[in-house]
């Protein structure tokens, strides 16, 4: 039997995703991509300046993962109610990883 797996690096080459589902792989690199880029528009601002690095990933990821509710805020409207911050993928097709550092 033949699998294919997907691995998913950010940008210092931690691996952040393991998958078989090439749907996943993708739109998880899409995700840390989006994060890098807002993390950069924050630091490059000077907001948040003593928080630390881990801190901004984890607050970037959040914010791209919840995209649809906080620009459903930003134009004055309520959240919808399910907020979810995991892509849907079948659990036995991945397995998360965390960078460490």
């Known amino acids: 039997m033949i699998e294919i797996e997907y691995i ?12 078989t589902d090439k749907k996943a792989a993708d ?7 989006s994060a890098e880029r807002l993390a950069e528009l924050i630091r490059r601002d ?6 630390p690095e881990s801190d901004l990933e984890e607050l970037t990821i959040y914010l791209v993962r ?11 409207k309520e959240p919808e109610l399910e907020i979810t911050d995991e892509p ?14």
């Open 8 to 19: 998913v690096r950010d940008q210092k080459g931690a691996e952040r995703l393991r998958t």
């Open 27 to 33: 739109a998880y690199d899409k995700a840390l991509e």
């Open 46 to 51: 000077g907001v948040l300046p003593n928080l």
């Open 66 to 76: 919840n995209a649809r509710n906080v620009e459903r805020i930003l134009r004055g």
């Open 88 to 101: 849907s993928v079948p659990s036995d097709k991945v397995a998360r990883l965390r960078a460490t550092g």
